[in-house]
């Protein structure tokens, strides 16, 4: 089932309430979600899950460098994890 009100600020909010640590989203494979995670003061997580799915989803520079082009203040205003680790040839 999902709860259809678990949304970004849910989300963030819902974290907060359990910890007083940094939080990292991790998974992000988007830069409109990396700005999100700016805007929530949250650190982004630039992941591919392991290659599972390597042909459906961006390779984590792939998905930095669409970030430094469409929205490069958040490179600027935040750290960004970036999580590589599997590479096909």
């Known amino acids: ?11 963030i909010k819902w974290l907060r309430d359990l910890t007083d640590l940094p939080i990292a989203i991790k998974g992000i494979q988007s830069w409109e979600d990396t700005e999100l ?3 929530y003061g949250v650190y982004p997580w630039i992941y591919n899950h392991a290659g599972r799915q390597l042909e459906g989803v961006p390779f984590p520079l792939e998905t930095l460098i669409e970030i430094r082009n469409r929205c490069p203040m958040v490179i600027k205003k935040c750290d960004i994890i970036v999580d590589d680790g599997v590479t096909r040839e």
Do not use: T
């Open 1 to 11: 089932m999902m709860w259809s009100g678990f949304d970004w600020p849910a989300a």
């Open 37 to 39: 995670c700016m805007q």
